[in-house]
Structure formats: C-alpha cells, structure tokens
C-alpha cells in the first residue's frame, strides 16, 4: 500500500531529521520505535501529508504523494501528537463540526459520527464535554475523528503518553479491533505498546532506519 524509496527530509534551517528511508508496508498495525528526535513525528507529518520529502518518493497504491497528495487526502486519518480538542463541547458536538470541516456530505454528519463514537467505545460519554473525559477518553475522540471518512491510512502518533496502564491495554485492544484491511502506523518509544499488537515494527534512530520487521525477527536481532 505504501512504499517509501531513500526519504529524506531536512527542515527549514538544515536539521536533517529523515535520511535515506526505504520501506514497504501492507495492511496491519505497523509499530515505528524510536527513542526522542529519532524523526518518528517527522515521518507521521510526512505520510499526512503535512511535510514534503526533500528526496525520495513516497507512492501509495502506486501514486506519488508529494504530487498528488489528494490521492492520499481522501483515504488517510491522522491523530497528531498535539491534537487539540475544544473542552466545553461534548464529544458528538466536537465530531460533528470536525466532520463538516472535513466535508463529509452533510446529510450523514449525524450518523457517521455515532457510528465512530461506537467504534471506539465512547457512547456512554457522547453527550458530556469533553473537559470532563479521562485522557484516554480524549484519545478515544482523537481516534474517532481519524476514522470518520473511514480511512485506509490511519496515523496515530504516541497516543499513549499520559495514559495509566489500563488505558493503555484498551487503547491497543481498540487499534486491534481496528486494523482489519487497514494499515495503521502507530509512533511511540515504549515498546509494550507495540510488541504484542504490532503486525510489523520499524525502529528509527537519528532520521534512519534501524530495523523493519516483525517483532519475532526484532526478538531473533536482539
Ligand atoms: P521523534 O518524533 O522521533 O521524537 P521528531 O520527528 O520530532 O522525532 O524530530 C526529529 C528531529 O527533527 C529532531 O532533531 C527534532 O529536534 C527535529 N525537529 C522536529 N520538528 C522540527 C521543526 N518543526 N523544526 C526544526 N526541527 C525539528
Ligand atoms: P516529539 O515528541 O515528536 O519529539 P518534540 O518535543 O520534538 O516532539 O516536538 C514538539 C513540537 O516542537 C513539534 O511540533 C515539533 O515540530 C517542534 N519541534 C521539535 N524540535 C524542534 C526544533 N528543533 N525546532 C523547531 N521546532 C521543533
């Protein structure tokens, strides 16, 4: 589905922050491991769209997204590191004014966005402000607005920081239930998060690539 060839990316200003990335990846729970400025974020703004190699090519389902990065647009969900979310609305108001911004036709707003609040096991929370929500309820309605145009894409990057371990099982249980014909690249630098949910694991260090594969061959490496 996603095909990095020899990525690079520096910022304005020169940092050097992705070096020669090559990688491909299908469908599943692909967990990218790094520890702090490995370039994980960097990556997951790339793959959104928001960052544009400065070499390299990155081609989902065959087309090059630095070029027609609508191709990917449609088709991707991202829940960035900072998302933002509005205190005194409730989660069904907050979902429904996300997905009039995204442009989802109208006339199904109302649905689309309770079908989301299942999917991620908010209903009993829907109709309170999202102020009051625990943290891993606040990355439930991150996720439910990643999945609201139903992507193929899903970006999560480090979801569970500040989540208690509890949270942090039904966290991954909810991506497992997610994944299906899904690719979904979850960023973060604890490796429980990962290992037993991950159908394949990428480990970046200093902008490159350490490792890709499945966590048996990361287990066999080490
Ligand atoms: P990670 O997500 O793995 O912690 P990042 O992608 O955030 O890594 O950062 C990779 C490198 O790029 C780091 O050296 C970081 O300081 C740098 N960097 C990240 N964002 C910016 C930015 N907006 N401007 C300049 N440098 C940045
Ligand atoms: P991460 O947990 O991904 O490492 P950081 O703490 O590095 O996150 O970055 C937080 C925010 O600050 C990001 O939006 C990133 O783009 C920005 N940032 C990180 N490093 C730099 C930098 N050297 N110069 C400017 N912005 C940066």
Redesign the pocket.
Same mark, same amino acid.
Request: proline fraction near 7%; hydrophobic fraction near 20%.
């Given at each position: 589905m996603l095909a990095l060839s020899d990525v690079s990316f520096a910022?304005? #200003?020169g $940092?050097? =922050? %992705?070096a020669g990335l090559s990688l491909r990846l299908g469908a599943g729970i692909v967990g990218l491991l #790094?520890?702090? @400025? =490995? @370039?994980?974020?960097? %990556?997951? $703004?790339m793959l959104a769209t928001l960052n544009r190699p400065t070499q390299g090519s990155i081609l989902w389902r065959g087309r090059d997204i630095a070029r027609e990065p609508e191709a990917l647009r449609h088709e991707l969900g991202y829940l960035p590191?900072e998302f933002g979310v509005y205190p005194a609305q409730t989660a069904r108001e907050f979902l429904r004014y996300l997905a009039a911004v995204k442009g989802l036709p109208h006339a199904s707003i109302a649905s689309r966005v309770d079908e989301c609040i299942e999917m991620v096991g908010l209903v009993a929370g829907r109709d309170r402000p999202i102020g009051s929500f625990s943290g891993g309820m606040r990355q439930r309605v991150g996720i439910a607005q990643a999945l609201l145009n139903d992507p193929a894409l899903l970006i999560v990057?480090?979801p569970t920081v500040g989540l208690d371990p509890g949270e942090r099982q039904r966290f991954r249980n909810l991506l497992t239930e997610l994944a299906g014909k899904r690719l979904i690249m979850l960023?973060t630098?604890i490796v429980s998060d990962v290992e037993a949910i991950a159908t394949d694991l990428v480990v970046?260090q200093? @902008?490159r690539l350490r490792f890709a594969g499945s966590p048996q061959e990361l287990l066999r490496a080490a």
């Open positions: 910022y304005p #200003g $940092r050097q =922050a %992705l #790094g520890p702090n @400025g =490995a @370039g994980k974020s960097t %990556l997951m $703004r590191q990057d480090e960023s630098h970046m200093k @902008g």
